[in-house]
Each structure stands twice: as C-alpha cells, then as structure tokens.
C-alpha cells in the first residue's frame, strides 16, 4: 500500500489545544495534502491513552476529529506506529481503501517540567507488575538508566553521541531543541538516574501527527506524496524477571525488523536512511545492528528522539522525517522508521518497524 499524505502540529512542550483540536489539524492537513475528504476514508485509528488524556473513553473526544464519526474506527493504546500497521494491515486485506493513523500526545498535566515529568513517572510506574515491580519505584527512565548503566563504556562517549544527535536537530522545523550544545553541556545538564542526564534523554513534546494510507488502485488517483510503505513489522518484548531487557534489550527491535524487511524482501539490503527510536545513546549501537542497518545508511537526520519526543505520537513522526527525506535516496533504495512505546521503558518494549521506498 502506499502513503499519500502525512502533517503534523506544531509541537510545543505544552500545547493549550484541546486533543480534538490537535487530531483535526493533523487529519485534515494530510487529507488535504493528498486531495482527499472525510468522506473518502474507509478507517481512522487513534493512538492514544486515557491515563495521559485525563478522561475515560478519550477516543470519544478524537474520534470525529479523526474522520471516525459515522464511519470504522477504533484506538490503539500503544504508540502511532503500531496505528499505523493497523491501517496497513485494514487495507492490505481488502477491507478499505483509504485509512488514517494518528497519534496524539498532549497530557492532561500542566506547570514545571519536574511536575511534568513526575507525572509521566507515575503512569509508568501504573504499568509495571503491581507485587514486584510497582513497590520499588520501577519507572521506564529507571529501566533505562539500569540499562546506561550496565553497559556503561566512557561517560564522554555517551554525551558525545546524546550532542551529536541534539545538533543534527537543532534548528529544524520540528526540532524542540533548538541550540547546539557540546559534550559538557551535556553533563552538566540536570541529572535524572544514573548515569543519565536531561540531554541524554529524548525531547519531551507534544503534539498530534497523521497518515494517511491508501491501496495502490486508489494512490494513483491522489496528489501529494508517493511513497510505498513495503514491509511492517511489530514485537512485544518480556517481562522483568527474563533478564532480556538488560542483557539483550535490541531482541525485541530484531524480531520486529526481521518481520519487516522479510515481506521487504530484496530491500533490505538497499537501506540507505533511517529513523531510530534510542531513547539513550547506550542503546543506538544495539539497535542499529539489530535492524540490519549498514555503514552506508544515514542514522537519525532528525536528530532523532533527543530532538524531538511526542510520546504515543511518535512512531508517525519518525514515519514522517523519513518520507520527508526519502527524495534524497537514489532510486531503487529505501527507507526505515523505527518506533517504541516508552511507558515500561525496555521492560515488555514494544516495537514497530516500517520500510518504505519512493514511488
């Protein structure tokens, strides 16, 4: 199937829109990137939470914003990628011929970034196992930092990588940090678990991406974007007491990616640009190796997560840095995006991963 349209938001790290509000400027700017109408769409599906909305049935509110009103339409909690594979699949069955994904992220908590941020702590630590985990303050920055640090090579190495990614970033359109910084910056930005620092952590955003699938009979009557989305592929990972998360925390992404570029078949080996969720730079290395990526492939123009972070809407955001740049990939090559649900950190991680190539 192909992708004809793709917008987001402006991302902020707190908008003052409403989460309908976010939906329909993200929903209509892609339909009307590709030329098409409400009317048009066969399946809208949200990714989003209600924990982080602030309201039970939140869908409720997104759901006309997102063309469901009327029509099929359902919400993933998990991040967009995982939306996204949804529609794929909707559309690779027959069952539609135009789809919508689109994830919103904008959390029903207001004031400091420690207040911010010890909120999202909170529903992470809701997620984990409520007799073992849940007691001793188990959060996904946690398990993170336990992974930092288990793996921990040189200190300088790590805020050389987060700076690299911040700079790539910095001054793009959908960047949230907008500044060079340097190494030392870097460590002696606000410590949150060690070894982790603020800037080795991702750019917490919010704000609402959407896109817009359509089967191959139907992108040919479409304007706008052209790009196949050609393999998908999504893995869940295991609990805390299998060790894998510390141990071998790029299983999850392998399974996922093998998945992907088996139905990509002879592309995966032409890969040249890629978008990798790491939510830590100790994490990069592991990840890029398990999506078979190759010394010539481009890693994370973007900046990547440490640019720009908009929680369960993520998995479209790096969807869409990829297709923005896919003109700059020779034809015949291709494209990955990878994406992950933070909430439990490497702890029952769950992974998406999509290959698209220019049409």
Not at 22 to 30: Q, R
Not at 174 to 179: G, I, L
Not at 214 to 233: D, E, H, K, Q, W
Request: charged fraction near 20%; charge should be negative; glycine fraction near 10%.
């Amino acid at each position: 199937m192909h992708v004809v349209g793709a917008a987001s938001t402006a991302f902020a790290v707190e908008h003052d829109a409403m989460l309908d509000e976010l939906v329909f400027e993200a929903v209509s700017a892609a339909l009307r990137e590709c030329g098409l109408r409400k009317q048009d769409l066969g399946l809208s599906v949200t990714a989003s939470m209600d924990v982080l909305d602030g309201r039970s049935i939140s869908s409720g509110l997104t759901n006309a914003a997102a063309g469901g009103y009327l029509n099929d339409s359902f919400r993933v909690e998990g991040d967009s990628g995982l939306a996204i594979i949804n529609a794929a699949q909707a559309i690779a069955a027959g069952d539609v011929e135009v789809a919508v994904a689109v994830g919103v992220h904008n959390p029903e908590i207001s004031g400091s970034t420690q207040r911010r941020r010890a909120f999202l702590d909170q529903v992470s630590n809701l997620g984990f196992d409520p007799h073992f985990d849940r007691p001793v303050g188990m959060t996904g920055t946690a398990v993170y930092a336990m992974h930092a640090g288990a793996a921990l090579g040189e200190l300088d190495a790590l805020a050389a990588a987060a700076a690299g990614d911040i700079n790539r970033g910095a001054g793009l359109a959908r960047s949230v940090r907008r500044n060079a910084v340097t190494a030392a910056d870097v460590l002696e930005s606000e410590p949150i678990a060690w070894p982790l620092r603020e800037l080795m952590l991702p750019a917490e955003s919010t704000g609402a991406v959407a896109i817009v699938l359509a089967s191959p009979a139907r992108a040919g009557r479409c304007i706008g974007r052209n790009v196949r989305l050609t393999g998908f592929g999504h893995a869940t990972g295991g609990y805390t007491w299998d060790g894998q998360w510390l141990t071998a925390p790029q299983e999850t992404t392998r399974r996922a990616a093998d998945m992907a570029l088996a139905q990509a078949g002879p592309q995966r080996e032409s890969i040249t640009l890629a978008e990798v969720s790491a939510v830590t730079p100790a994490l990069q290395d592991a990840y890029v190796q398990a999506l078979g990526l190759n010394d010539r492939a481009v890693i994370n123009p973007s900046g990547g997560l440490r640019s720009n972070y908009p929680g369960l809407a993520n998995g479209a955001l790096r969807l869409l840095e990829v297709m923005d740049r896919i003109g700059e990939v020779a034809p015949g090559q291709a494209a990955l995006s990878h994406s992950i649900d933070v909430e439990t950190g490497l702890v029952s991680e769950d992974v998406t991963v999509l290959v698209v190539e220019a049409a």
